[in-house]
């Protein structure tokens, strides 16, 4: 709200500088963000919160300045009588929808001369913010502007049989609207009507066909009093807001309508020639009431953790308006103005009464600790995996939650369907993210921009897909990426690139931190954004916990990212439950243990997985260790044919281990490797 | 006889010389002291075969020899651990880089929020983990925000369905903690919240907030600053200055807004902060009696207050990072300086 301090003075005393008035307003709840100066006018732009519209006004904002300042507030002069007897210009007001319309106020006035109006109003009107257009839409204007009230001026020649009814439009009625728009109604719009049909949305916009022209010679006032919530839903379901909705469905004071079209009416005689032709008349079928609150002196001094006397209780509600019966010791019922749409409660009193103490001088207290903090119980779990994964090289991402169709066209959905947004904003917010895969693979992209071609990134975040009762439902999950050279090219050592084996090391080091002591990585078919040929679940205990891989080479080609990527992609909630298996210490073992290294030459479509679990099988209870430390294909091995070379470890709890044993075992192993799988030993 | 034992010495001698090192001195001493097969003990059994009058004469220049070996070998020792010694204080140039390990690191808005928890759980408060996709009651009608409030239009939202959205803060912790658990409550919640905000340098359809309850019998608006300032101090690490001036949110009542001196100027005054010295941070205010009534909770004998704040606001403020999609561009020249 822009507020022109100029005229301002007009209904309060300042002798503040700009500077101190936005200080002390601001102090009391009107932030003034900025000063202005409008063509040589000083403004002050004033942020008026939502429960405050009795402050969208010059005499709002000069009646809390009067409040905070102590001093007296000047109203601006209003025509006193506005009856005539008989009528020159009989008129008639109905209203048939009160519940929407408690109160109408009409006024007729003629020989109204349309022209400019004059400078000072027009150089008002623009500091405030508003474009000058003629003398009776400015003075509408300029009321609204001074004491809040909208207003609206119809031709009243315009009017068919010289009445107004106010009622819900027919659903489907239409109106063209002052802004030249074709409006469709519907059955709970108020409309204001006349003799033949709509001639205006009630407190929002008055309709083309009324509007005053240069033409207009007899005009009809409205001040009315329009249901909060009727309005504002009118203008959302329209998309239409005007300064008068704005201020109706923030709720207006029903009874400035009469002193608003008092004051109107004045400014038309005084500046465009007009007479009171058809009295004044106060259609009022929904008294209000003015809100009655009880309070209590003690409540208030215990709710803000100050001392209150009596006498500032009393001062600061009246000099806000507010009217105090006593009721009993330190007890009021309190009568509050009409203007303040935001009082309801005792708690609205005690911060009229806080602000005014001034929020600043509230001492700062502690309350008294009585309970023992506790952290989430997914923050242990979290904490473990974000330390293991950035230990190991990784840096945290975090995606927007959102997905666009061509993202799940792309990606989808591991299992399960997606969840749409109703009402999204761009196209890519179209839909919530199913995977972490595209976020993970744009910003390896977008990193790949910026040279940096060895990336690491880890994300733990929510996908979101429908429960299991069809309603959208998040579930946590952790997704990784890498790509490009293990470590930074450097002196000292070649440069390997990352792989999937390098995935799957990092999966293995992340469940061995968190205490999960076997998995299972097996090859799948179902693959999706992934490359058949290295596509993988991760099992523990037979429950599958994600998938890894690389990105599919349709992908890889599509985003043109020039060098593998891969992805792991686990569902970290169910990584939770098998996670920190209890701590069992297990004594350390007194006699050494022995290594040998077994080369072998067997088939490459042979899995090392059945080497693995064919040599467990043996059950021998030495053997502690089984490692693959090298593979080797090339010329000396058959084509075909690929050589692995074994690191078995072998450790006995009771007593040192013999050469002859370790070679009993090693023998064990070693027929067992030729008799299952043709296996040979490696000639050096 | 002799000229075996010459021979040998001469075999001796000439492999001595050629010893360059410990293993080569190791395999030296081996060949002709080991017990087994050493050469000097091989030629010793050679004895037997000997006439018996040439034995003792053979005898005592073997051991000569032996001894002779054993002697040179000695010596040969010590000058070999000292090579190895200086071979292995051999200055090496230290100022080449260092193998590249690099760790990697938290997101930063992450390591915000990990703080704030634990701040907040050093003061006696529980975290609540509460889910993003929430109910319309929750996020807004039990704060006192019925459908078709003007107040709405602060915050708009993404809706699933008539009931279920994208939470627009984490507000609801207030409703959430106050179904939980009776008074005395002291809860926090943090994470991803939602608004129908484009994507630009100040605006994001998603960011992080952290929303605070305390309720309990006696609870003040004095309070409501201890706990605040205490806070905020422990978040920016330094003696910033905090004020409240009125504010309005349809939860509480008394509303405020909470500004902090400008930590870019210390308060003078600069562009960051608009001249003023003040920074506005966050909403706070006293839990609104329809609020602890639409809980449950009798507001005539409990009061609260909450506070809600922006995580990225403060990692904005705090690192002095200028574009807020920074924080989900993910690019690692940015993640790499936290």
């Known amino acids: 709200m822009k507020i022109s301090i100029e005229w301002l003075k007009e209904y309060v005393d300042i002798k503040e500088s700009p500077e101190k008035l936005k200080e002390d307003l601001s102090m009391i709840g009107l932030l003034v963000e900025a000063i202005a100066d409008v063509q040589g006018t000083v403004v002050l732009e004033v942020e008026v919160t939502s429960n405050r519209p009795d402050c969208l006004s010059h005499i709002g904002m000069a009646r809390e300045i009067a409040a905070l300042y102590d001093r007296p507030l000047r109203y601006p002069a209003i025509q006193q009588n506005l009856s005539i007897s008989p009528d020159r210009v009989p008129y008639k007001i109905e209203i048939r929808d009160a519940d929407l319309c408690p109160r109408y106020v009409g006024l007729v006035l003629d020989g109204i001369r349309v022209g400019a109006s004059p400078e000072w109003m027009q150089r008002r009107l623009e500091a405030a913010g508003m474009r000058p257009l003629n003398n009776i839409v400015d003075i509408t204007n300029y009321v609204l502007l001074e004491m809040g009230h909208p207003l609206h001026a119809f031709d009243f020649d315009v009017l068919r049989q010289g009445k107004i009814v106010v009622g819900r439009a027919k659903p489907g009625e239409r109106m063209r609207t002052l802004d030249g728009a074709d409006r469709v109604l519907d059955g709970e719009m108020l409309l204001i009507n006349d003799g033949g049909g709509p001639v205006a949305i009630a407190g929002v916009m008055g309709g083309l066909n009324s509007e005053i022209s240069l033409s207009t010679k007899r005009v009809l006032l409205e001040s009315a009093y329009f249901q909060p919530a009727s309005v504002r839903r009118t203008s959302k379901k329209l998309g239409l807001s005007t300064e008068a909705s704005y201020r109706f469905e923030r709720g207006a004071d029903w009874e400035n309508t009469v002193p608003a079209i008092a004051r109107t009416c004045l400014l038309i005689e005084q500046l465009a020639g007009g007479r009171i032709a058809g009295s004044v008349q106060d259609v009022y079928p929904g008294k209000k009431t003015p809100v009655r609150i009880s309070l209590q002196r003690k409540n208030a001094a215990a709710l803000l953790g100050v001392d209150l006397s009596n006498a500032f209780v009393e001062s600061t509600l009246k000099r806000l308006g507010f009217q105090l019966e006593p009721k009993g010791k330190d007890s009021w019922d309190v009568v509050c103005p009409t203007y303040r749409a935001d009082m309801e409660l005792e708690a609205d009193l005690i911060e009229e009464l806080a602000r005014f103490y001034g929020y600043q001088n509230i001492p700062a207290t502690l309350p008294p600790g009585k309970s023992v903090g506790s952290p989430s119980p997914v923050s242990g779990i979290e904490k473990a995996v974000r330390a293991i994964m950035t230990g190991q090289g990784y840096y945290e991402a975090v995606n927007l939650s959102f997905a666009s169709e061509t993202d799940h066209t792309e990606f989808p959905p591991l299992d399960g369907d997606r969840i749409g947004v109703r009402n999204p904003l761009t196209e890519d917010t179209q839909y919530m993210r199913t995977t972490l895969a595209p976020g993970l693979v744009r910003s390896a992209k977008r990193n790949f921009n910026y040279d940096q071609h060895r990336v690491r990134l880890f994300e733990i975040g929510k996908v979101y897909r429908p429960g299991p009762d069809g309603k959208p439902s998040e579930r946590n999950t952790l997704g990784i990426l890498g790509t490009g050279g293990f470590v930074d090219q450097n002196w000292i050592n070649p440069r390997a690139e990352y792989t999937f084996f390098h995935m799957k090391g990092v999966l293995a080091a992340l469940l061995r931190g968190i205490r999960i002591h076997s998995f299972e990585i097996e090859s799948t078919n179902a693959a999706g954004w992934l490359n058949p040929a290295d596509a993988a679940i991760l099992k523990i205990a037979g429950e599958t916990i994600g998938v890894l891989g690389a990105l599919s080479p349709g992908l890889e080609e599509k985003y043109k990212m020039k060098q593998p990527v891969y992805l792991a992609e686990l569902d970290f909630e169910r990584l939770a439950r098998h996670a920190f298996a209890p701590i069992q210490y297990e004594s350390l073992p007194r006699y050494p243990l022995v290594e040998r290294d077994l080369s072998i030459v067997v088939d490459r479509g042979l899995a090392y997985r059945a080497i693995q679990k064919g040599i467990a099988a043996l059950g021998i209870g030495e053997l502690t260790g089984v490692d693959l430390i090298d593979v080797y294909e090339g010329e000396k091995i058959p084509s075909g044919k690929v050589s692995l070379t074994l690191r078995l470890t072998f450790q006995d709890r009771e007593r040192t281990l013999t050469v002859d044993r370790v070679q009993g075992f090693v023998d064990t192993v070693l027929s067992f490797l030729i008799n299952t799988y043709g296996a040979g030993l490696r000639s050096t | ?338």
């Open chain 2, 1 to 338: 006889m002799n000229e075996s034992i010459d021979r040998l010495r001469r075999l001796f001698e000439e492999d001595f010389s050629k010893i360059s090192g410990m293993e080569s001195w190791k395999s030296v001493r081996d060949k002709y002291l080991a017990r087994e097969n050493g050469m000097i003990t091989a030629e010793l059994k050679r004895l037997r075969s000997l006439p018996k009058e040439e034995r003792p004469a053979f005898g005592q220049a073997m051991n000569e020899l032996r001894t002779f070996v054993e002697e040179k070998l000695q010596e040969k020792l010590a000058a070999v651990k000292e090579d190895e010694l200086s071979a292995k204080q051999q200055k090496i140039d230290v100022t080449r880089p260092g193998f590249p390990l690099a760790p990697g690191n938290a997101h930063p808005i992450k390591q915000l929020q990990a703080e704030i928890e634990e701040i907040f759980v050093s003061m006696g408060f529980q975290v609540f983990n509460l889910p993003e996709i929430e109910e319309d009651y929750y996020n807004f009608e039990a704060l006192n925000m019925p459908r078709n409030h003007p107040a709405r239009d602060a915050q708009d939202t993404f809706y699933f369905d008539d009931t279920k959205l994208l939470r627009t803060h984490c507000t609801s912790v207030d409703v959430h903690a106050m179904e939980a658990m009776k008074p005395p409550i002291r809860a926090v919640s943090t994470g991803k919240v939602y608004r129908r905000d484009p994507f630009d340098a100040t605006h994001s359809p998603m960011f992080y907030q952290v929303d605070v309850v305390v309720i309990d019998e006696g609870i003040t608006m004095g309070d409501l600053k201890g706990t605040l300032e205490a806070f905020l101090k422990r978040v920016f690490h330094s003696d910033i200055r905090m004020r409240l001036r009125p504010g309005f949110f349809p939860f509480v009542e008394p509303g405020a807004e909470v500004d902090i001196s400008c930590i870019f100027c210390s308060g003078q005054g600069c562009p960051k902060c608009k001249q003023s010295g003040w920074i506005e941070i966050l909403g706070a205010g006293m839990v609104h009696p329809k609020v602890l009534q639409m809980s449950g909770i009798d507001d005539s004998r409990y009061s609260g207050f909450a506070w809600g704040m922006g995580i990225d606001r403060v990692a904005i403020l705090k690192y002095g990072v200028d574009d807020i999609r920074l924080f989900f561009d993910n690019d690692l020249r940015f993640l790499r300086q936290f």
